[in-house]
């Protein structure tokens, strides 16, 4: 039996760990080739590696990828279409945060948080529309986040950028619609993840501790795990969501329900 995206040829930033490489693994699960991008090329090529062993050489491709790097973006689309025969599905999940109130936060760090997280999304989707004109029906899957629609007070930059990322996407998605494109672009907004993310709390308050302190504010009482945002990202990539563009998943245990 096909897959739910077999022949989709998916670019994921971030890939090395996380919810990129589980979103990766969970499309080529399904039928998807995959290219892995991501600063860390050794943990990207570990992923592809581990994809390839259970779906077959040609499923997964690694690359090196500074997202804040135009020059780079435009290189790497490249290779990565020409290495998968196309390029139909672009997931833009690369992201960092940077702790401090309005009143400690740098300067430096605001910037940083800003490339990462918004610059990538900007760059990645002008430079991968050519591709995906040439692959349709294409998919834009822009991971934001929870705190991208509600605020706190010590996360300015969090905040602020997974805002942009999240208006950002309603705009690719009318662009595309406007130019008559089969190219759709959403957002995934999910809550506390078990990643990487989470290790400088886990490390100031113990696993345990820190895990059942953000289990605590969710209304499901527990924290998510990268499989749930990797299904929402394999619904959004596969043709069964091919009239939704536009709208954005929440994925955060009720938390945007109280």
Known sequence: MAGRVAGKKAFITGGAQGLGAAAAKRLAEEGAKVALADINLEGVRRTAAAIEAAHGAGTAFAYLLDVTREDQWIATLEQANADMGGLSVLVNNAGISRGGDIEHLSLEDWKAVMSVNVDSVFLGTKHALKHLRQNQPGSIINISSIAGLIAAHNSPAYNASKA?????????????????????????????????????LRQRFGKAEAEAKLARQVPLGRIGAPEDIANAVLYLASDESRFMTGAELKLDGGISAM
Do not use: E, M, Y
């Open 164 to 200: 942009a990322v999240w208006l950002l996407s309603k705009g690719i998605a009318l662009h595309c619609a406007k130019q008559g494109l089969d190219v759709r672009s959403n957002s995934i907004h999910p809550a506390f993840v078990d990643t990487p993310i989470l290790d400088p």
